[in-house]
């Protein structure tokens, strides 16, 4: 039986990473680029009038006033021009705030002057995604990839997202994944919310593993070759049943032999949201683990 808990198993927007980058500097792995600007290290630079700005800024950020934010943080560029982590920071805004192309090119130098830099070239990608160039979004996905590969991207960060998209007074946050995870195995999700921001879908491009000795039965050769079997599944939220728990609904729409590229991802994904695909199973009043 498929169920999803709608919390989310890591931080889609790279904010989180930012503020804890005094900590990730310390990792192995990135303390071997010494000259990385951390968060610590722009703090440690800022005045009282200057630290309360950006305590302000971050304030801004939680109650999701993303132009009030990028604001103050083009403010505090003035004083320190090009610093690369209130360029992040701005970028985060700008991207939440619908601005792609200032997220591009304020990136665009500061992943080309470290392409080790994961937190920018996740928010390169995501930024190349929303500004509807595909060529600069799968090479940041397979940029990702490589440097996860190689160790560059934390342990826990397992999922990024790629790009939020409007549908009608809905939007939909697309992530894809670094490392598949849960019981399923999801490569892929798109969180579907409300114009209040509810949560109310959830669709996944999952590989679980029990399916897989089924698939190798029916498809040896492509079995044989590593490839595995893909489904499209989505989650949709139901209310809370007589006792109280959250429960949603379960559905699945189609299966893939060997893993699709995100641009049929996202074109899925896409059809799911807008109802335009019908699924070809569904349980209903499963209970929210």
């Known amino acids: 039986m498929r169920q999803i808990s709608c919390a989310l198993v890591l931080f889609f927007s790279i904010v989180p990473f930012l503020l ?34 950006f305590d302000n800024a971050g304030k801004a950020y939680g109650e999701h006033r993303y132009a009030d934010s990028l604001a103050i ?18 970028c985060e805004d700008a991207l939440n705030n619908g601005d792609a192309a200032f997220a591009v ?42 440097l996860h590969q190689r160790g560059i991207t934390p342990p826990r960060f397992l999922q990024y997202a790629v790009e939020n998209v409007k549908l009608g007074e809905n939007t939909m946050l697309i992530s894809t994944s670094l490392v598949p995870w849960g019981y399923y195995k999801i490569y892929a999700n798109g969180k579907v919310f409300d114009s209040t921001g509810k949560l109310f879908l959830s669709i996944t491009l999952e590989s679980n593993d029990m399916d897989q000795p089924g698939f190798a039965k029916e498809h040896p050769d492509e079995a044989a070759k590593g490839m595995r079997s893909f489904s499209l599944d989505a989650y949709r939220e139901t209310g809370l ?33 807008n109802g335009t695909t019908s699924p070809v199973s569904s349980t209903s009043g499963l209970i929210v683990p």
Not at 20 to 26: G, K, L, P, R, V
């Open 241 to 273: 049943n007589e006792k109280g728990q959250r429960t949603q609904t379960h559905y699945t729409f189609k299966f893939f032999v060997g893993q699709p590229s995100y641009a049929t991802i996202r074109d899925e994904f896409l059809k799911v949201a």
């Open 105 to 146: 090119k304020a990136l665009q130098p500061i992943a080309q002057a470290d392409p080790d830099d994961w937190q920018a070239a996740a928010m390169l990608t995501r930024a190349c995604a929303e500004s509807g160039d595909t060529s600069c979004r799968d090479a940041g996905i397979a940029h990702m990839l490589d």
């Open 73 to 90: 943080h083009q403010l505090l560029l003035k004083d320190f021009p090009g610093d690369p982590i209130l360029l992040k920071f701005a």
């Open 20 to 53: 804890q980058s005094a900590t990730i500097a310390q990792m192995p792995q990135v303390a071997a680029s010494p000259h990385r600007e951390t968060t610590q290290d722009l703090i440690a630079k800022l005045n009282p009038q200057q630290k309360e700005l």
